[in-house]
């Protein structure tokens, strides 16, 4: 089945302002079924978790087919979904818990390709206990982080390595299987941050390798808040700090309080609407793995129009040039600033942002500083449309 944008388009509320959005990679537009599904977890009984009052049971049900959602989505175990307020908060909570059985002279290795959220709370981590942080490096020339850079600084001491499954800046997708054999058989743990990387691609994480895996909702049309994905049996080696009368089942372990059940709600309404997008019949995740092949050659149309008319255009520089990667383009101009586009694009509607997107540390190896650059991301909704208006403004900022 042909994938018909007009009618993904219609499903989206916000498009009617008419805004072209290639802000995916900070967020994305929210469907009407999500919209409803948050509304309508509101409008019935619900209560705090249990079996015989009807509130009761309907946050119980929320909170399994949330769980069984993300699970499909992934390719994981539903004991081992675990909510979070955001990736960021997730990845600190686990990287407190694990450097609980570091010591000094262990190691953690970290890569410059990273948003700081997969950096920052293991080199922080590292650092209360001692440990010693090592730098996995990308080319700066081809983007590209090959197995070997997170090969080459792995010792017996390595206890985790964190690494992007897709890069927010310039869309990079590391080899993850190549990666985490190497990780595995120094005998670490393998920790990826799947925050981009889950909006374009159907993931598997136990293909990938990944000890942890995490991702953002709202980065796929849904609310905002944070999952993590990990083998049950693993989830059960770690103890958390909590309180003594919270439970200590995995995976409710690791979620402090009581969840926001209208927002998991949501989440699972966002995951079969993905898998709706590909027209196919079967269990959730066979239709997943039909949407993202759909998702992907739209897409990637797409990207072949807007980087053939980029390649036309004098003094622009795309720095996303991994041979795999996301959608994701990253723009700077020669004598001009990337804020200025932003501006300019911003005046007829185009909302193309600019900055570092807090993957500080690519920016700065890339040579761009702390400013970085304009990023373009496609997403499902995107259009021709949409691209010849990106096209013709950026036409116009540099003519």
Not at 68 to 90: E, F, M, Y
Not at 185 to 195: C, E, P, S, T
Not at 237 to 259: H, I, N, Q, Y
């Amino acid at each position: 089945m042909s994938y018909d944008v007009t009618a993904v388009r219609a499903q989206f509320p916000a498009l009617r302002a008419g805004t072209a959005h290639f802000d995916g990679p900070g967020g994305t537009q929210t469907p009407a079924p999500v919209i409803a599904a948050f509304t309508e977890a509101l409008s019935r009984p619900l209560s705090i978790r249990g079996a015989a009052l009807p509130g009761e049971i309907h946050a119980e049900t929320i909170v399994g087919d949330f769980r069984q959602a993300l699970a499909d989505l992934l390719g994981a175990d539903p004991g081992g979904i675990v909510h979070g307020r955001s990736a960021t908060q997730l990845t600190y909570d686990i990287s407190r818990v694990l450097s609980r059985s570091w010591a000094p002279g262990d190691e953690v290795v970290v890569s410059r390709l990273d948003h700081d959220a997969n950096i920052r709370p293991w080199v922080q981590a590292a650092e209360r206990v001692g440990a010693v942080v090592r730098w996995a490096e990308f080319d700066p020339a081809t983007g590209e982080l090959p197995a070997q850079a997170v090969g080459a600084v792995l010792t017996e001491r390595t206890r985790l390595v964190a690494v992007t499954g897709a890069s927010n800046l310039i869309g990079t997708r590391p080899d993850l299987p190549a990666v985490a054999e190497l990780v595995h058989r120094a005998g670490a743990l393998f920790h990826v941050d799947g925050v981009h990387l889950t909006a374009h691609e159907f993931v598997d994480v136990e293909r990938l390798g990944a000890d942890f895996f995490v991702c953002s909702p709202y980065k796929f049309f849904g609310p905002h808040h944070g999952v993590l994905a990990a083998r049950p049996e693993l989830l059960e080696t770690l103890r958390p700090d909590k309180l003594v009368p919270s439970g200590d089942a995995v995976p409710e372990r690791f979620e402090l309080g009581t969840l926001p059940y209208e927002s998991l709600a949501a989440t699972r309404a966002a995951v079969d609407f993905i898998a709706d997008l590909g027209g196919a019949a079967g269990g959730r995740r066979e239709r997943l793995r039909s949407a993202f092949a759909a998702i992907g050659a739209h897409e990637n149309t797409l990207l072949e129009v807007a980087e053939k008319a980029l390649g036309e255009l004098g003094g622009v520089t795309v720095h996303s040039r991994a041979a795999e990667r996301t959608p994701t383009l990253l723009l700077t101009f020669e004598g001009r600033d990337a804020s200025d586009a932003y501006r300019f694009l911003a005046r007829s509607g185009v909302h193309a942002p600019a900055g570092s997107f807090y993957a500080l540390e690519a920016s700065r190896h890339l040579g761009l500083g702390a400013d970085g650059g304009l990023r373009v991301g496609l997403s499902p909704y995107n259009d021709t449309d949409d691209v010849e208006r990106l096209l013709a403004g950026l036409a116009g900022f540099l003519g």
